[in-house]
């Protein structure tokens, strides 16, 4: 459970209903449990950041998107996105960023299911 999301799968499927140049879409948790979607577009284009806010107005909660290849996710055998993986890949990844920033602003760190088309 993601907290500040009561299902993941119903923001996934409204939002993949809204922008139809997503082909996938995953809400996993963030380093602090911060629901964070991951998403990939038909032929990896870039998104629209503008579609993407207009289309996720009631859920103030989500992250700042994160876009992937769709070659970048990790499935199982039967092609389901292995949503632990990526959360655990998320992890890592936002990590480098934030300490990054840190290192940059003399601050320290802090610490604290798929559907596709």
Known sequence: MISGV????????????RLVELSELVVVPGPESEPVPVLCTNDDQPLDRNRW??????????????QLPRAELPRTATLK???????????????????SRS??????????????R
């Open 103 to 116: 290192l940059i602003s003399g601050g320290s760190r802090q610490t604290a299911g798929p559907r596709h």
């Open 53 to 66: 806010r207009a289309a996720v107005t009631e859920f103030p909660q989500l992250a700042d998107p994160i």
């Open 6 to 17: 009561s299902s993941s799968l119903e923001i996934e499927d409204l939002v993949l209903s």
């Open 81 to 99: 996105v292995q949503w632990i993986e990526l959360s655990r890949r998320l992890h890592g990844r936002l990590g480098e960023r934030r300490d």
